[in-house]
């Protein structure tokens, strides 16, 4: 069992930066694959990215590439979305994920365990 809690989400300008921290309960965390999701208004929630168990890979969405960092630190149990250059259109609730143990998060079928969300707002 994982329990995620997501914070440092808020409201940013545009260009600005912002970093979303995800605080996992469990000792095998740090055997989960890990992602974010983020779900704007009237829309389906979309994958942004993903971190291995061990760090040693990651993934993105064609959106955020080159804007945004996913990592974590599995001494702390955390993960963490760097997210820099925002768009009016980053704007959306931001969930962290939980996949299997050694499994690769590309998808929300992968998904075992959600956050349960923290609010981003990039203003013009």
């Known amino acids: 069992q994982v329990q995620l809690v997501e914070s440092g989400g808020g409201l940013v300008q545009v260009g600005g930066s912002l970093r979303l921290s995800c605080a996992a309960s469990g000792r095998t965390f740090r055997r989960y694959g890990m992602g974010w999701f983020r779900q704007a208004p009237g829309k389906e929630r979309e994958f942004v990215a993903a971190i291995s168990w061990n760090g040693g890979t990651t993934h993105y969405v064609d959106s955020v590439k080159g804007r945004f960092t996913i990592s974590r630190d599995n001494a702390k149990n955390t993960v963490l979305l760097q997210m820099n250059s925002l768009k009016p259109e980053d704007t959306a609730s931001y969930y962290c994920?939980?996949?299997?143990?050694?499994?690769?998060?590309?998808?929300?079928?992968?998904?075992?365990?959600w956050g349960q969300g923290t609010q981003v707002t990039v203003s013009s």
């Open positions: 994920a939980a996949g299997g143990p050694f499994r690769v998060v590309a998808g929300e079928a992968d998904v075992d365990y």
